[in-house]
């Protein structure tokens, strides 16, 4: 299988804001990517939480499983500092952007064709020994995460070169790991890999905080959506009647942790397919908003879950 050479993934979520008042224990403003609680998580996803501390030392997670609490590895700290936006003069509180790995024996959803967990689940953070409160979660199979250019930060050297193309575009390659966008689109017929996070356990199971040794394949089965469409949004494989494909391959990606691999072949674009514009350098008779930013949408879910990202794909006979 093809690695994407990354290091550390950390997830970025909205800017939030309160007045700077001293705490006697950590507080939680926001994890992830969904506000409020409770949040969606899934066995080894890799998710940030955002704890109101100017100390970054010290830091520790927990997960509570229902009967105890389980340590989570913690596999990076970063101190930031919020931005205000509107027209509030409040200052903003001091971060800690705290990225952690669920654990991979959360409870599993035991009512059958229900989407809600027995066992109720909850999170805490600890700095210097100072335990914040526990917030809930809702453990799922799996939660599927495609990853972009704008929620990852690469420590060391950057994944793909600076290149133009779609805002926040999807990170999904060629096989030589150049990213596709409008400028280096996908062709029909090619191998293309989508990185991504939250697919749960594999065969053989994975360890949370370990790199995984192989690329085992994920436990649940994934389908594929490919949607020719301008700029569509992500689509729940099936949902509509439409017809879904098995990807090549659905995995963790060998030496890293918490990332995952979906290995699939580019469908022919049906004839009339518009070819993508390159927004960065428009025409002048163009309006930015009838852009063709992507003409592919790929969706990647299961029963529980699913995203999705646009790219570029070459027309048919150009």
């Known amino acids: 299988m093809r690695i994407l050479t990354v290091g550390l993934l950390v997830f970025l979520s909205v800017s939030l804001c309160s007045a700077q008042t001293p705490a006697p224990a950590p507080v939680f403003v926001g994890a992830g990517f969904a506000n409020p609680f409770p949040i969606a998580v ?13 100390i970054s030392n010290g830091v520790s997670a927990t997960f509570w499983n229902g009967s105890a609490d389980e340590a989570m590895p913690v596999l990076q700290v970063n101190q930031t500092n919020a931005a205000c936006t509107g027209s509030s003069n409040t200052a903003c509180a001091n971060l800690l952007a705290v990225t952690v790995q669920i654990p991979f024996d959360v409870p599993s959803i035991a009512v059958p064709g229900s989407n809600i967990a027995v066992v109720p689940s909850s999170i805490a953070v600890s700095i210097n020994g100072v335990k914040s409160s526990y917030f809930g979660v809702q453990p799922v199979p799996n939660q599927v995460h495609i990853l972009t250019a704008c929620d990852v930060i690469v420590r060391g050297s950057p994944s793909f070169p600076a290149i133009r193309g779609l805002p926040c575009a999807p990170m999904i390659t060629h096989s030589d790991g150049t990213q596709v966008s409008a400028i280096l689109p996908a062709k029909a017929g090619e191998e293309l890999v989508a990185y991504a996070t939250g697919l749960g356990q594999t065969n053989p199971p994975l360890t949370a905080g370990q790199p995984a040794a192989q690329s085992s394949p994920t436990v649940a089965a994934f389908n594929l959506d490919f949607n020719y469409r301008a700029n569509a949004l992500a ?13 090549l391959f659905t995995g963790a990606t060998k030496g890293f942790t918490g990332l ?11 004839a009339g397919t518009s070819p993508c514009v390159d927004f960065a350098v428009p025409a002048a008779t163009t309006s930015p908003s009838i852009l063709v930013q992507s003409n592919l949408t790929v969706s990647v879910g299961s029963n529980f879950s699913f995203d999705g990202g646009g790219i570029c794909v070459t027309p048919s006979g150009t």
């Open 42 to 54: 899934a066995p080894g996803q890799l998710l940030t939480l955002f704890v109101q501390s100017t």
């Open 235 to 247: 689509t729940s494989p099936g949902a509509i009647g439409s017809t879904v494909t098995a990807p």
């Open 260 to 270: 995952y691999q979906i290995n699939f072949v580019v469908p022919p674009p049906p």
